[in-house]
């Protein structure tokens, strides 16, 4: 195949202008294309009086390519292989069903593969099914009754199910592909397939994980939802089982093979495995708030006078502030048309996250402004330091929010000028249990609001009006990624072989694609492991 970039075209333009511009610029008609695919589609919004639609495209036709991409830049035109996801070769022979903990998309994709190759894997969520689940959070949201199990963070498709479900990612990966054709196949959008900014929406993203599992299921898997893990068997570095518990009741299960897919908030497993003598370390992590604009604002500076143009899709924006000398703040999981949303997962207290639905039309834009916490700045190393510190804060937030699950909120405004907010202005906040506006700072600690007052300040200058007075911070946002890294070798397994720490949870991932991707890795591994501990 031979892919173009650069192919540009109006707003609106049909796919057969695209082919027809992509046949010209190798100089052959469009009816000689023996194949033609949209790889991405971005768009040009540089020139606010002439955005365009940007495409790359894989073409095919007979004659040389190699020859036709010698006559262009290797960044414009080049030749390239197809892609075909294969599994590897089965070389697990052992008379145990392998185990997968956690069901969020590393362990979705784990699950997949090793059913796939006939291994009849047991899946357990501590969370329930997803139909199950959006009740739970729903009543969380109206009634402030949480449930620690089955919220948020947790149950079916993992803390992905409620966000945006961005599919951007920055590893390079091919198996990164599969991942997509996977969520293709069951039910994600087709755009996904060729967007240069994909995303599912919580409300499609729903359903596509419940075709997931139907299809495990079909292929001989199972999933026990309601199942927290509760303690690893082992005996002489080896995994000889788990306990779990279920119903109330704890269950023993025999197994050697363990796919640890957790999430970045399961803090009570983090603690069981540190005390079982799993080596972990701590791990860079970000803190930082929600802000929320109007949606139509975000357009305007991203748009300009087409900001309501019917074909353009939400406005987005992705921003940094990296000072010679100091911290940075960045923007993170922007949710266009979207909700700031309660996710906490521990009684007593609160975190926030951003959610978006597939058409994302919501009245207001949001985002995370987030600053990096390192290793270095705990003055110990022990691995569980970064939970008690967003334990600490979501304590704060709690407490500054009323104890009944509202957050805590500040004004843009306010906040610049360091006073607390006693009300909020035209900024309507959208957090499901409610706000209660005051100041951030006394939830966040200094390094983190210091920076996030310098990123302001900065963001208001790429663009104009985002540090506007009556934006509305929300706090905290604490859970963008795992503070804890469970460490494995080349294998992928821990010091207790095994066990194979999986995805975001276990520090080896930090998105949907990317936690997708260690899934797939993992079954790999597990698929390629001929040694088998407990063989006939």
Same mark, same amino acid.
């Given at each position: 195949m031979l892919r173009i970039h650069e192919i540009k075209a109006p707003i609106g333009a049909d796919i057969e202008r695209v082919r027809q511009a992509a046949a010209q610029m190798v100089g052959i008609c469009a009816a000689d294309l023996t194949d033609f695919e949209i790889v991405k589609e971005s768009v040009d919004s540089r020139k606010k009086n002439n955005i365009r639609m940007v495409y790359t495209v894989d073409i095919n036709f007979d004659g040389d390519l190699e020859a036709v991409?010698?006559?262009?830049?290797?960044n414009q035109c080049a030749v390239v292989e197809t892609y075909e996801y294969s599994l590897p070769e089965n070389r697990r022979h052992s008379k145990f069903r392998p185990v997968v903990v956690g069901f969020g998309p590393a362990g979705m994709l784990c699950a997949y593969l090793l059913a796939k190759a006939g291994h009849n894997p047991i899946v357990l969520e501590r969370g329930n099914d997803v139909d199950a689940r959006q009740a739970d959070v729903k009543r969380f949201w109206a009634e402030r009754v949480l449930d620690t199990n089955s919220n948020v963070q947790f149950g079916e498709g993992g803390a992905g199910t409620f966000s945006d479900g961005k599919l951007t990612t920055g590893i390079k990966d091919p198996r990164v592909r599969e991942v997509f054709e996977v969520f293709l196949r069951h039910g994600a959008p087709p755009e996904i397939k060729y967007s240069a900014r994909p995303h599912i929406g919580t409300d499609k993203l729903c359903?596509?994980?419940?075709?997931?599992?139907?299809?495990i299921l079909r292929m001989g898997g199972e999933v026990r939802f309601g199942a927290r893990f509760q303690r690893l068997i082992a005996a002489n570095e080896f995994v000889h089982g788990l306990s779990y518990? #279920?119903?109330?009741?704890?269950h023993d299960l025999?197994?050697?093979?363990?796919?640890?897919? *957790?999430?970045? &908030?399961?803090r009570d497993t983090f603690e069981m495995l540190y005390q079982s003598g799993?080596?972990?370390? #701590?791990?860079?992590?970000?803190?930082?708030?929600?802000?929320?604009?109007?949606?139509?604002? *975000?357009?305007? &500076?991203?748009?300009?006078r087409l900001w309501n143009h019917p074909l353009l899709p939400a406005a987005d924006y992705?921003?940094?502030?990296?000072?010679?000398?100091?911290?940075?703040?960045?923007?993170?999981?922007?949710?266009?048309?979207g909700y700031v949303v309660t996710a906490s997962s521990e009684e007593g207290m609160v975190v926030v996250n951003g959610m978006s639905e597939y058409a994302r039309d919501g009245e207001n834009a949001n985002s995370a402004i987030l600053v990096g916490i390192e290793p270095d700045y705990f003055a110990d190393g022990h691995p569980l330091t970064g939970i008690a510190f967003q334990r600490e804060i979501e304590r704060a937030a709690f407490a500054a929010g009323g104890q009944s699950y509202a957050a805590p909120a500040q004004t843009v405004g306010d906040f610049l000028k360091n006073i607390p907010s006693r009300r909020l202005g035209a900024v309507?906040?959208?957090?499901?249990?409610?706000?209660?506006?005051?100041?951030?700072?006394?939830?966040?600690p200094p390094v983190v609001t210091d920076t996030i007052q310098k990123a302001l300040r900065n963001f208001d200058t790429k663009i104009q009006g985002f540090a506007m007075a009556d934006a509305v911070l929300t706090a905290p946002e604490s859970r963008s990624s795992s503070p804890v890294r469970i460490l494995r070798d080349e294998f992928f397994q821990s010091n207790v072989r095994g066990l194979y720490p999986c995805g975001e949870g276990a520090g080896y991932a930090g998105g949907i694609v990317?936690?997708?991707t260690d899934g797939i890795r993992v079954a790999e591994a597990i698929l390629g492991d001929e040694d088998g501990y407990f063989n006939d």
């Amino acid at each position: 195949m031979l892919r173009i970039h650069e192919i540009k075209a109006p707003i609106g333009a049909d796919i057969e202008r695209v082919r027809q511009a992509a046949a010209q610029m190798v100089g052959i008609c469009a009816a000689d294309l023996t194949d033609f695919e949209i790889v991405k589609e971005s768009v040009d919004s540089r020139k606010k009086n002439n955005i365009r639609m940007v495409y790359t495209v894989d073409i095919n036709f007979d004659g040389d390519l190699e020859a036709v991409a010698r006559r262009f830049p290797s960044n414009q035109c080049a030749v390239v292989e197809t892609y075909e996801y294969s599994l590897p070769e089965n070389r697990r022979h052992s008379k145990f069903r392998p185990v997968v903990v956690g069901f969020g998309p590393a362990g979705m994709l784990c699950a997949y593969l090793l059913a796939k190759a006939g291994h009849n894997p047991i899946v357990l969520e501590r969370g329930n099914d997803v139909d199950a689940r959006q009740a739970d959070v729903k009543r969380f949201w109206a009634e402030r009754v949480l449930d620690t199990n089955s919220n948020v963070q947790f149950g079916e498709g993992g803390a992905g199910t409620f966000s945006d479900g961005k599919l951007t990612t920055g590893i390079k990966d091919p198996r990164v592909r599969e991942v997509f054709e996977v969520f293709l196949r069951h039910g994600a959008p087709p755009e996904i397939k060729y967007s240069a900014r994909p995303h599912i929406g919580t409300d499609k993203l729903c359903a596509m994980v419940k075709n997931m599992r139907m299809e495990i299921l079909r292929m001989g898997g199972e999933v026990r939802f309601g199942a927290r893990f509760q303690r690893l068997i082992a005996a002489n570095e080896f995994v000889h089982g788990l306990s779990y518990v #279920q119903g109330g009741r704890i269950h023993d299960l025999e197994t050697d093979c363990v796919a640890l897919c *957790i999430g970045h &908030s399961a803090r009570d497993t983090f603690e069981m495995l540190y005390q079982s003598g799993v080596k972990m370390a #701590q791990k860079a992590f970000s803190v930082g708030t929600r802000i929320e604009h109007p949606q139509e604002f *975000i357009n305007r &500076s991203q748009y300009g006078r087409l900001w309501n143009h019917p074909l353009l899709p939400a406005a987005d924006y992705k921003l940094s502030n990296h000072p010679i000398h100091g911290r940075g703040g960045y923007t993170f999981c922007m949710c266009p048309g979207g909700y700031v949303v309660t996710a906490s997962s521990e009684e007593g207290m609160v975190v926030v996250n951003g959610m978006s639905e597939y058409a994302r039309d919501g009245e207001n834009a949001n985002s995370a402004i987030l600053v990096g916490i390192e290793p270095d700045y705990f003055a110990d190393g022990h691995p569980l330091t970064g939970i008690a510190f967003q334990r600490e804060i979501e304590r704060a937030a709690f407490a500054a929010g009323g104890q009944s699950y509202a957050a805590p909120a500040q004004t843009v405004g306010d906040f610049l000028k360091n006073i607390p907010s006693r009300r909020l202005g035209a900024v309507n906040p959208t957090c499901p249990t409610g706000v209660v506006p005051g100041d951030i700072r006394t939830v966040l600690p200094p390094v983190v609001t210091d920076t996030i007052q310098k990123a302001l300040r900065n963001f208001d200058t790429k663009i104009q009006g985002f540090a506007m007075a009556d934006a509305v911070l929300t706090a905290p946002e604490s859970r963008s990624s795992s503070p804890v890294r469970i460490l494995r070798d080349e294998f992928f397994q821990s010091n207790v072989r095994g066990l194979y720490p999986c995805g975001e949870g276990a520090g080896y991932a930090g998105g949907i694609v990317s936690a997708a991707t260690d899934g797939i890795r993992v079954a790999e591994a597990i698929l390629g492991d001929e040694d088998g501990y407990f063989n006939d």
